[in-house]
Structure formats: structure tokens, C-alpha cells
């Protein structure tokens, strides 16, 4: 989507914050004349909450619905879990939703692409940041989804790859789960 005229009300907001996933950093990077004239109208951060749920919801539905874009499921779920982690605490009724809905897609994805959605689930970062979708449920006191998530990404990634560069990915993975699973106590 480009961005060619000026953003002068907040119809026109929402539609750059939406397409830049939400994200004042994209904005800034991608469009930045556009962003100052973002930044000159104020918005609140209460309609950027509320402009990210319309956002997770709809990803939802498109994740729940599958739409015939099994090569994108992978891509949708990460952009859900990138607007969830994004937000401290702010959207954790979403995480059941998409637990749930990780749960339905998994007939759905490759090796490969369980491997992505599972690294998504673990984080990708060092887990002294607490990253992942486990983390934020535990840290928002779902311990039963934080479980949930966990054993959503071991199933995942159950079976071993042929290709070198991928089985190694899910050695990490796994032992970065196994980590993730001791400190948060929630061994499955």
C-alpha cells in the first residue's frame, strides 16, 4: 500500500497505522513525511489499542477461517503474536483465541512452517528478555496457556528435518523450549 497523499484525519490514520502493522517504528521508517503528519493529529493511544484489536481480530478470523492461505497461515500467526508481544499486557485475551486457534492450523502448515509458528510460540530472542508467547501468558498469569503454547510448539516440532540448517534451528528451538518450560515451571 503506498502512502502518496497526505494523512490529514483519522480515517486516514488508522489506515497508515493498520498498514504499517501498528508499528510507529515502520511508520517512521517506511513513510516518514507521512508519520509527522500522523504524529501532527494526536492520536490517542486508546485508538491505537483499539485500531490493533480491530487488527488481531481480523487476523484471527483469517487464521480460524484458513482462506485457502495455507502458505501464509505461518505469516499470519506471527504477525498476531508480533501485535500481542508488542503491547505489554495490553491484548493477553487474545492469547486463548490464538492458542486455540495455532491448535487448528497444524494440519494446515508444513514441516517448515511449524518450525516458524513454533519460534514464534518460544521467541526468538534471548530468553533473559522473556520473549515468546509462553512468557507473556505466564507473565499475564495464564499459566494454563503459557502450558498450552508449550505443548503446541513441541508438537510442532516433533519430527526431526532432513536438511542440516533446519534440524539445527529445531535443536535450538527445543532447547530453548526445554529452558523456557523450567523457568516457567510448566513442565508437559
Not at 130 to 149: E, N, T, V
Amino acid at each position: 500500500m503506498e502512502f502518496q497523499t497526505p494523512i490529514t484525519n483519522l480515517s486516514e490514520a488508522k489506515k497508515y497505522f493498520q498498514a504499517m502493522g501498528c508499528s510507529s517504528f515502520h511508520m517512521a521508517r517506511e513513510y516518514p513525511d507521512r508519520y509527522e503528519e500522523y504524529q501532527a493529529l494526536n492520536v490517542s493511544k486508546d485508538f491505537e489499542s483499539e485500531w490493533t484489536i480491530d487488527v488481531i481480530s481480523t487476523k484471527l478470523h483469517e487464521l480460524g477461517g484458513k482462506d485457502g492461505k495455507n502458505d501464509k497461515l505461518w505469516w499470519i500467526h506471527s504477525q498476531i503474536a508480533d501485535l500481542i508481544l508488542g503491547w505489554k499486557n495490553k491484548f493477553e485475551k487474545h492469547l486463548g483465541p490464538l492458542l486455540e486457534a495455532t491448535k487448528s492450523i497444524e494440519s494446515h502448515l508444513s514441516q517448515r512452517d511449524k518450525l516458524l509458528v513454533a519460534e514464534s510460540i518460544v521467541g526468538r530472542q534471548d530468553l533473559k528478555y522473556r520473549p515468546g508467547l509462553i512468557f507473556r501468558s505466564l507473565d499475564c498469569g495464564h499459566k494454563d496457556l503459557a502450558r498450552g503454547f508449550a505443548v503446541v510448539a513441541r508438537q510442532f516440532v516433533a519430527t526431526p528435518f532432513i536438511a542440516k540448517e533446519l534440524e539445527e534451528r529445531r535443536q535450538r528451538l527445543l532447547a530453548n523450549l526445554q529452558q523456557t518450560e523450567a523457568s516457567c515451571a510448566i513442565h508437559c
